[in-house]
T-cell receptor, first 112, second 112 residues
Framework: DAKTTQPNSMESNEEEPVHLPCNHSTISGTDYIHWYRQLPSQGPEYVIHGLTSNVNNRMASLAIAEDRKSSTLILHRATLRDAAVYYCILRDDGGGADGLTFGKGTHLIIQP | DADVTQTPRNRITKTGKRIMLECSQTKGHDRMYWYRQDPGLGLRLIYYSFDVKDINKGEISDGYSVSRQAQAKFSLSLESAIPNQTALYFC???????????FGEGSRLTVL
């Protein structure tokens, strides 16, 4: 799996949008971009994934750069429950060929 | 009930003891994984299994073994536990179509 780079931590205020960046300059054409988050004392949970086009779901939006070398996870209106570690991961072909490789992620702090 | 269940949730043991962590799932997924998480670090893949007859080593398999007793059950064993195997262990399953991972709540192991 190709490598991703994320800031160690970010801080935001409750009810404001949050943009979590991820750089993946060595991404290949068949790599999907996956985002997971890990709430305190829990296992990671899936947030969103995409290949080329921007994606939206009930949890978040994923904005993918045109050259695919970076992406941004967008939480439209952060709540205290969104405080977690967010992992950006690349996965070849979008299938389940092997386990995803998790880096250290971004620790998101939400201020009330 | 959780889709991915890990037992025990917490275990304290002594150096040299044999330990087994068990994982069962009701997702009906063929693919199962064991990860290890150390404080402040991301998750590292220990072993993964595509089906009952297929077992693969991950990034950090030394000192660990696994058994896939059935589609729904995947166990991780430490034959002779050592203190640096103190960590939080996660089991996960994978949907073959989307590649999405579903994690258990984790098993915290302390080796004294």
């Amino acid at each position: 799996d190709a490598k991703t780079t994320q800031p160690n931590s970010m801080e935001s205020n409750e009810e404001e949008p949050v943009h979590l960046p991820c750089n993946h300059s060595t991404i290949s054409g068949t790599d999907y971009i996956h985002w997971y988050r890990q709430l305190p004392s829990q296992g990671p949970e899936y947030v969103i994934h995409g290949l080329t086009s921007n994606v939206n779901n009930r949890m978040a939006s994923l904005a993918i750069a045109e050259d695919r070398k970076s992406s941004t996870l967008i939480l439209h209106r952060a709540t205290l429950r969104d405080a977690a570690v967010y992992y950006c991961i690349l996965r070849d072909d979008g299938g389940g060929a092997d386990g995803l490789t998790f880096g250290k992620g971004t620790h998101l702090i939400i201020q009330p | 009930d959780a889709d991915v269940t890990q037992t025990p949730r917490n275990r304290i043991t002594k150096t040299g003891k044999r330990i087994m962590l068990e994982c069962s799932q009701t997702k009906g997924h063929d693919r199962m994984y064991w990860y290890r998480q150390d404080p402040g670090l991301g998750l590292r893949l220990i072993y993964y299994s595509f089906d009952v007859k297929d077992i693969n080593k991950g990034e950090i398999s030394d000192g660990y073994s696994v058994s896939r007793q059935a589609q729904a059950k995947f166990s991780l064993s430490l034959e002779s536990a050592i203190p640096n195997q103190t960590a939080l262990y996660f089991c996960a399953t994978s949907d073959i179509t989307s590649g999405e991972l579903f994690f258990g709540e984790g098993s915290r192991l302390t080796v004294l």
